[in-house]
């Protein structure tokens, strides 16, 4: 597609549901990166794959945390047992990871609220 | 780790001035410098990159620099307009494309 596809914009969930948040890449491009801005506050980087394979996790903020990606394709970002300190916009990005110039497109985000 | 920091954390102009937008990094072994714009309610967009090699990068009426050896990179906008009312995030990249942001900028640019 022409750029970063996220989905749902919005998504208010009750705590202690399941949510999921998917994320579709720009064609081609190999790496994508989860972040996560909470209201006020910066953008904190959550889980980052190359292809299929995620070689950092480390910023899942709690095993309730978890993401997959199919391929280079569409990755979706799973939260259960949702809190309300979960609420906040949840960013996707891609980039094309030749080695030389990773720069970063990112989507419009999926803002979840948790009530 | 990597801390990035922003200065100042917001800033209002009348139209037609400059705006200088400075971002500081704590470790200098980083890939590149990306300086974004988000505005409320979306995503992020893209404005400039800038690799560790290079020391400034311009579009149109923004230019930014990189010094690595200070730590310190800066957003130039000229002859600031209304639209250009947004917050500016700079982020640090390492060689695996992972950002560290800043908290951002947020300008008020008034007619």
């Known amino acids: 597609g022409a750029g970063v596809s996220q989905s749902p914009s919005n998504k208010v969930t009750e705590k202690g549901k399941d949510v999921e948040l998917r994320c579709d890449p720009i064609?081609?491009?190999?790496?994508l990166y989860w972040y996560r801005q909470r209201l006020g506050q910066g953008l904190e980087f959550l889980i980052y794959f190359q292809g299929n394979s995620a070689p950092d996790k480390s910023g899942l903020p709690s095993d309730r945390f978890s993401a997959e990606r199919t391929g280079e394709s569409v990755s979706t970002l799973t939260i259960q047992r949702t809190q309300q300190e979960d609420s906040a916009v949840y960013l996707c990005?891609?980039?094309?990871?030749?080695?030389?110039?990773?720069?970063?497109?990112f989507g419009q985000g999926t803002r979840l609220t948790v009530v | 780790k990597q801390e990035v920091t922003q200065i100042p954390a917001a800033l209002s102009v009348p139209e037609g001035e400059n705006l200088v937008l400075n971002c500081s990094f704590t470790d200098s072994a980083i890939y590149n410098l990306q300086w974004f714009r988000q505005d409320p309610g979306k995503g992020l967009t893209s404005l400039l990159l800038i690799q560790s090699s290079q020391r400034e990068q311009t579009s149109g009426r923004l230019n930014a620099s990189l010094d690595k050896s200070s730590g310190r990179s800066t957003l130039y906008i000229a002859a600031s307009q209304p639209g250009d009312s947004a917050t500016y995030l700079c982020?640090?990249?390492?060689?695996?494309?992972?950002?560290?942001f800043g908290a951002g900028t947020q300008v008020v640019v008034t007619p």
């Open positions: 990005a891609s980039s094309l990871f030749t080695g030389l110039l990773p720069e970063a497109f």
């Open positions: 982020a640090a990249s390492d060689s695996w494309g992972k950002l560290q």
């Open positions: 064609s081609g491009h190999t790496a």
